[in-house]
């Protein structure tokens, strides 16, 4: 660590440079100032690690030069030395950033104290730091673990170049089943267009929990349409790029912080990708335009495939499936009354099955009909 002491009184010097000596023999002595001018040159142009200030200083007191040198955004760790007299100036250092104190005259176990302190918020700051990404506060923002104050919203702009009370988009991909086997090549797609857009920072993250890959959009540096971009050139191209399953959505959230409701909603949205092509950027908007109709329910298919049960006819059977599928995609119907529908049917097909001799494994079929419930593609 790189130290400079500023201070006028000879002995008090020697005391310090020995002090320094005894504590940690890696400290550097970066300076020597004996007035507040010559210590804000030295410090401008040595810039220390850590400074050594009697407050007390002619020339300019180091009261002053503190709130000089913190105003031109220098930062280094200050331990001050003061009289009991000088208290009051003590406390506004205090409120300047400074590390700590000592009040003369001090012993050589009260300066290695003070020396042990900044060691430790030095440590204490640098794992801090180590966890403190851009990443993890998106990650905090998106579980709903982040509460936006004037000190977090400092960091993260002095940092990152945003706060978490800034508006931002999700975008959200589903590849359902595909997921592990295609989620880090669609992060790696993802992850080359944000390096080629110079329009926006984002971040992209997996999640193995909902199967899901998110890109999240924090900063904006231009005003465009860019659901309209991500339709044209990220979804088109996800789908040209990956043959299998491809649902993506866009949501556009007021607030970093509201990043947790924004995936709740991603959720409800996806089961809409049953009414839609392969291709389309689902969003609210959209959703909202769609002129839903009540199911009407096929007895008639319901009807036919007991009939089938009832000859063992396996390809009847599951021709009397494929048909009810296709008697839900003729019409737009609200996603969740489609789903009760085919649920409906695979149960009434159960009921028949058993009632004509069948064995039925009731932990199977609740297994499938959650599957259904939670379906976001007709596959």
Request: a neutral charge; aromatic letters at 10%.
């Amino acid at each position: 660590m790189r130290v400079a002491i500023v201070e006028r009184d000879e002995k008090v010097l020697e005391e310090l440079k020995k002090g320094l000596k005894r504590v940690d023999s890696n400290y550097e002595l970066a300076g020597i100032a004996g007035n507040g001018q010559s210590a804000y040159e030295m410090i401008t142009v040595m810039q220390p690690n850590l400074v050594i200030m009697d407050i007390g200083l002619p020339r300019m007191n180091g009261l002053n030069l503190l709130r000089k040198l913190r105003t031109e955004g220098r930062e280094f760790r200050v331990i001050i030395i003061t009289k009991d007299e000088d208290f009051q100036q003590a406390k506004q250092a205090i409120d300047l950033g400074v590390d700590g104190y000592l009040v003369q005259p001090f012993r050589p176990m009260e300066l290695k104290k003070a020396l042990s302190r900044i060691h430790e918020k030095i440590r204490n700051e640098y794992w801090m730091q180590a966890s403190f990404t851009v990443e993890n506060v998106l990650l905090s923002c998106r579980d709903g673990e982040i509460i936006s104050n004037q000190k977090l919203n400092e960091m993260t702009i002095r940092r990152f170049g945003f706060t978490v009370d800034d508006p931002g988009y999700l975008f959200t991909v589903s590849m359902a089943d595909e997921y592990e086997e295609q989620k880090e090549n669609v992060r790696g797609f993802l992850e080359e267009i944000c390096r080629h857009e110079c329009g926006f920072s984002a971040s992209v993250i997996c999640s193995d929990q909902w199967k899901k890959v998110y890109l999240i959009i924090y900063r904006v540096y231009e005003a465009r349409n860019w659901k309209e971009y991500f339709q044209k050139n990220v979804v088109t191209g996800l789908c040209r790029k990956f043959p299998g399953t491809i649902i993506c959505v866009w949501i556009e959230t007021k607030q970093l912080t509201k990043l947790e409701e924004a995936m709740i909603q991603t959720g409800s949205l996806m089961e809409w990708n049953l009414l839609q092509p392969r291709g389309v950027l689902i969003c609210q908007q959209t959703v909202e335009k769609f002129e839903v109709v009540p199911v009407r329910y096929p007895v008639e298919l319901e009807q036919r495939m007991r009939e089938m049960i009832f000859d063992e006819n396996k390809k009847g059977i599951a021709r009397q499936f494929q048909l009810v599928c296709e008697e839900m995609k003729r019409e737009k119907y609200f996603p969740k009354e489609i789903k009760y529908s085919i649920i409906r049917f695979c149960m009434a097909a159960g009921l028949n099955y058993r009632n004509y001799g069948g064995e039925i494994n009731e932990t199977e079929i609740l297994s499938l009909m959650q599957q259904i419930t939670y379906a976001i593609s007709w596959k």
